[in-house]
């Protein structure tokens, strides 16, 4: 039980373009879902903790017009990054937490590169 | 502001051998403390959650401790194994506020040799 899912695991895109990932909870309802960003040879990286049918509270450095976050249901959230730049290149990896625990169960993640 | 530390950064020992991570936290206001193993490439695999209020938690040959007033955890692999070599990161969710979140330290990358 408790299986998050990402897609897609990878994504190559060209620098300009918006790029949106998926984050679902496969067999719980997520009522909190976590982004994070981690760079090569570097710890995870908190972007923003979404609650469901509101808005996503992003952590300072984190811009919510470029990492557009929708949490529309109890089991998808989905993380848009919005005219992607080489520097947005990285591993985003999801998690969700719900039920009333505080556990947080990770998604595989996926690998963004932009050209 | 919690800062999440890990000691060593690499560590490669032969097969058979017990091994220790280290990880310290800066804030002892913690609820609880997770290890996690991350595969290259790949996503997060927990391992072990002390709560708070515990000292250590044991899983196979997996034992990782936690002495919360010195701000301190560590994980304990007995009889390692190629298996085993992996990225193991320590996190720690804190105790106050209405969502849950997650600092990691940045890890210790462990190659185990045949």
């Known amino acids: 039980g408790a299986v998050v899912s990402q897609h897609p695991s990878r994504v190559i895109c060209k620098s300009g373009t918006s790029v949106k990932i998926e984050c679902r909870s496969l067999?719980?309802?997520?009522?909190?879902m976590f982004w994070y960003r981690q760079f090569p040879k570097q710890s995870l990286m908190l972007m923003a903790t979404?609650?469901?049918?509101?808005?996503?509270?992003?952590e300072q450095g984190v811009e919510k017009d470029k990492f557009l976050i929708n949490h529309a249901s109890l089991t998808l959230s989905t993380l848009t990054v919005t005219s992607a730049h080489p520097e947005d290149s990285s591993f985003y990896i999801c998690?969700?937490?719900?039920?009333?625990?505080?556990?947080?169960?990770f998604g595989p993640g996926t690998r963004l590169t932009v050209l | 502001k919690q800062e999440v530390t890990q000691i060593p950064a690499a560590l490669s020992v032969p097969e058979g051998e017990n091994l220790v991570l280290n990880c310290s936290f800066t804030?002892?206001?913690?609820?609880?403390l997770q290890w996690f193993r991350q595969d290259p490439g790949k996503g997060l695999t927990s391992l072990l959650l002390?709560?708070?209020?515990?000292r250590e938690q044991t899983s196979g040959r997996l034992n990782a401790s936690l002495d919360k007033s010195s701000g301190r955890s560590t994980l304990y692999i007995a009889a390692s194994q190629p298996g085993d070599s992996a990225t193991y990161l320590c996190?720690?969710?804190?105790?106050?506020?209405?969502?849950?979140?997650?600092?990691f330290g940045s890890g210790t990358q462990l190659t185990v040799l045949p």
């Open positions: 067999d719980f309802q997520a009522t909190t």
């Open positions: 996190a720690v969710n804190r105790a106050s506020g209405s969502a849950r979140q997650l600092t």
């Open positions: 998690s969700a937490s719900g039920g009333g625990g505080d556990t947080q169960y």
């Open positions: 979404s609650n469901e049918g509101s808005k996503a509270t992003y």
């Open positions: 002390i709560q708070s209020s515990q």
């Open positions: 804030d002892s206001a913690i609820y609880n």
